[in-house]
């Protein structure tokens, strides 16, 4: 019996962002579409190339994007929404990045006029940091085959000398995914089944034999119309063309797994590492005849793989089928290259892998399972050795953090009532009704990124930058007074990432140089690596807090980064759970919060930005998730008095079934994305009567549209139809980093009017 090894999916930014820096000069006019083609171009063959040399047999095609996989796939439906004025079918690259950036009236980066447009809904990819283009489907909407760009990769792939195996998004995850407008999109199945079969039909006669064809929603609590609409799909798709390897990640299969054995596709992809417990249950349920995909690398997290044990699981099995070894899931998720990391401290780095070192783990299980263990008796043994020396460090413990998290009691999490500190608040505040703020961040401009670039290289003095910084921070702080902003923010000019910030400042963590990894379009995040006890050895924003704050006799909100949004968008231990390295920082944070309010701060923001991407994704694990992350934010919350306005922001946040969650976290004023879906949210949280103050967005930052007044004031009315005037913030949906001043300056500007306007009325 053979062991393959395929790869689901390769990091597609580049190991040094090539795509990214490619995709800004396009979008700023500096470069063309042509330059942008041939950049994709070559990431597209080096990804090939480099997989290829590391032992992987299948290499996937398609699986790069220029923004985003779902948006690709939408594109190949053309599900164009109208609004973009394409005809079904031929939309072209400027609709694509219309859908998924929004345009500014006038001329946009393209050089094209357009009618100022807004962008797609984008949201969280199941419970990753990655974000998708949210398809839409509208009543009478007409779909058409567009350009098969997943054809066009296979045969750029093959023309080069690589033989590939296509991937593309299943049809239930797609519809499962989209959202529907006077419709609802499974109304489409047979239609969106028809193009699937159409699609797959043109790569079969093109010579493609194996077709990844992506259903994560499997690993879902799925309805009877998900799972109708699962077999309809597959006893006519697997009639279409290619073979199909079903491919599941992101947990088990649970419940579905005779579902999804019972499919006429040729082969199944599980995740192991999500779910390891479920490989017996798989083994039973599988038909021998169906080729099993084995995702036993984790693709979401950057340890080293214990290859031994794993080894011992599934020597039994390769001796009875063949089997192909994988990641489990696409390698999108983690960095490039551990090689690439010049600064990572030596002892931790023995204990990584990256998206190529996994392909070699992969490479190195083939080896053993084809050829016998002893074949590659040196690199097993090393390592186990770098698995054991992780497991034995001296400096993954840490007595007195332990210490700390024995001690916690009951009071720690408790603040005072909500009236004793309404009051307390309001004395000490004075603010008007419909108080205006902002997230957070202003613009990172690329001179306040080239400062910190220089400073960080050593070529710009720590006094020079930190001057360089106070000045981007008194400017914030004098246009903020002069616009009349109610609460102020210093505007976050010192951090790089509002997570890698803290997590180069805390015990516990390391952090990378190029460890990049793709959390929408363009944009990068540099996840820190958790890989022992947390504590914080020294304040972390005090100085700046106290810095703005002595500019203005306006509040200025101290801007934290709460636990459960450090632990989620940071890669974390796996030699404890989650919930316990969370408490851990819950506390290094709780000093924080502590020292900003003695040194005055009357407002302090914990941002939750990824509490609910944190989300199980089986409903039956909510309330544990919940009852922990609800309770570190407590925890590091309520060590201050009554008076003290504590602030939290979520962003992109689907609040429905948490919202007794949210109500328990006890905030005393909540942000939250609502301007790209009119305020509906709100309805949810008018319906559990949640008791504290909203700042429901009244415009959306992630497109580089400047709202109007008139508009931003209507949305509010419309959040005062779910909600009392006294309990309403003004604010955007989220922090400003990623616009620029000149988009910023007007939204503000227009955003405080509306305020002003809505006080009118009061
Ligand atoms: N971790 C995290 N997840 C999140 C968010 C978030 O803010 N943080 N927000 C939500 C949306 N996601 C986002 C993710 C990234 C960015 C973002 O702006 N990323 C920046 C990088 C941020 C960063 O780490 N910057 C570093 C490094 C900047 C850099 O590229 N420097 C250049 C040199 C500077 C230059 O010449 O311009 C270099 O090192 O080569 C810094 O400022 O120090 C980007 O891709 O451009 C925004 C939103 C959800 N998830
Ligand atoms: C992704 S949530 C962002 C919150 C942060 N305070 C900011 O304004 O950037
Ligand atoms: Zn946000």
Redesign the pocket.
């Known amino acids: 019996m053979t062991v393959t090894v395929a790869t689901l999916g390769f990091p597609r930014i580049g190991p ?2 090539e795509l ?1 820096f490619a995709l ?1 000069k396009f979008w700023s006019g500096k470069t063309d579409e042509a330059a942008l083609a041939t950049a994709a171009a070559g990431l597209r063959t080096a990804a090939w190339a480099r997989q290829n040399a590391l032992g992987a047999d299948w290499l996937p095609a398609g699986d790069f994007s220029l923004y985003d996989h779902m948006l690709d796939m939408s594109m190949m439906l053309g599900a164009v929404p109208a609004r973009y004025g394409a005809a079904p079918g031929a939309a072209d690259l400027v609709t694509y990045f219309a859908m998924a950036r929004g345009t500014t009236g006038g001329e946009d980066g393209c050089g094209h006029g357009h009618a100022s447009l807004t962008a797609c809904e984008m949201t ?1 990819w199941f419970d990753t ?1 990655y ?1 998708y283009i949210v398809p839409e489907l509208a009543a009478g909407q007409k779909l058409a085959l567009g350009r098969l760009s997943v054809l066009d990769a296979w045969r750029e792939a093959k023309a080069q000398g690589f033989a590939t195996r296509p991937v593309i998004v299943g049809p239930v995850t797609w519809l499962s995914l989209a959202k529907g407008q006077g419709a609802d999109p499974f109304d489409f199945l047979d239609e969106v089944l028809g193009l699937y079969a159409a699609i797959l039909g043109h790569l079969g006669e093109a010579g493609v034999d194996w077709v990844q064809i992506d259903e994560p929603i499997l690993v879902t609590d799925l309805d009877d119309r998900q799972r109708r609409a699962l077999t309809r799909a597959y006893a006519k798709l697997a009639r279409s063309g290619p073979k199909l390897m079903l491919t599941t990640y992101f947990g088990a299969l649970d419940d579905n797994l005779s579902l999804a054995a019972s499919l006429p596709v040729a082969g199944l992809h599980v995740d192991l590492v999500r779910a390891p417990e479920q490989l017996e249950a798989v083994l039973r349920a599988v038909p021998d005849a169906m080729l099993l995909s084995l995702g036993v690398i984790d693709g979401r997290n950057v340890w080293r793989s214990d290859l031994e044990a794993l080894l011992d699981r599934i020597e039994p099995i390769a001796t009875r089928r063949d089997l192909v070894l994988a990641p489990s899931c696409s390698l999108l998720h983690v960095p490039v290259d551990l090689a690439l990391e010049t600064k990572l401290d030596g002892e931790v780095t023995q204990w990584l892998a990256f998206a190529v070192q996994k392909i070699e783990e992969l490479a190195l299980l083939k080896r053993a399972l084809n050829e016998g263990r002893a074949s590659v008796a040196d690199d097993l043994a090393a390592a186990a050795r770098a698995v054991a020396a992780r497991k034995t460090s001296p400096r993954i413990h840490d007595p007195a953090v332990a210490a700390r998290i024995a001690a916690v009691t009951p009071a720690m999490r408790e603040r005072g009532s909500r009236a004793a500190r309404d009051r307390a608040q309001a004395a000490a505040l004075g603010l008007p009704a419909f108080p205006t703020t902002t997230i957070g ?1 202003f613009p ?1 401009t ?1 001179e ?3 400062a ?2 220089a400073f ?1 290289r050593g070529e710009l003095e720590g006094a020079a930058y930190d001057a360089f910084l106070r000045e981007e921070t008194e400017r914030a702080i004098r246009w903020q007074e002069r616009v009349g902003l109610d609460m102020l923010v210093h505007g976050e000019f010192e ?6 910030y803290f997590g180069e400042q805390l015990a516990g963590f390391v952090f990378t ?1 190029n460890g ?1 990894v793709q ?2 379009g ?6 820190p690596i958790l890989y022992g006890d947390v504590s914080r050895p020294a304040p972390m924003t005090v100085d700046w807090w106290r810095y703005a704050q002595s500019l203005t006799d306006k509040p200025v909100k101290g801007m934290l980064t709460g636990p459960v ?1 450090i632990l989620n ?1 940071s890669f974390v231990r796996d030699d404890q759970p989650r919930a316990a390295s969370c408490r851990q920082i819950a506390l290094a944070i709780r000093d924080e919060v502590i020292d900003l309010e003695a040194a005055g701060a009357k407002a302090i923001q914990i941002d939750e ?2 509490l609910r ?1 944190g989300l199980p994704l089986r409903q039956r694990d909510w309330q544990q998730y919940l009852d922990w992350a609800v309770d570190c934010f407590r925890l590091t919350a309520a060590g201050v008095g009554d008076a003290t306005q504590i602030h939290t922001h979520m ?2 946040s689907e609040f429905n079934h948490i919202l007794p969650s949210i109500g328990a976290m006890d905030a005393d004023v909540i942000s939250i994305e609502t301007a790209r879906s009119q305020m509906e949210l709100l309805e949810g949280f008018a319906r559990y009567r949640y008791p504290a103050a909203i700042g429901p967005g009244v415009y959306d930052i ?1 497109a580089p549209r400047v709202p109007d007044e008139a508009e931003m004031v209507t949305l509010m009315r419309l959040a005062q139809q779910h909600l009392r005037p006294d309990q309403l913030w003004v604010n955007p949906d ?2 400003l ?2 616009r620029r001043w000149e988009e910023v300056r007007p939204s503000i500007e227009a955003m405080v009017s509306a305020a002003r306007t809505l006080r009118a009325v009061v």
């Open positions: 040094r962002r990214k800004e969280k940091n974000h961040s990172q690329s306040v990124r080239k910190r670039a960080n951090r790089n990432d509002m997570v890698q140089v990049w959390s929408y363009s944009r990068c995040v540099r996840p949004t968008w930005a990824a991407e962003c992109y992630h989220c922090g980093k990623t």
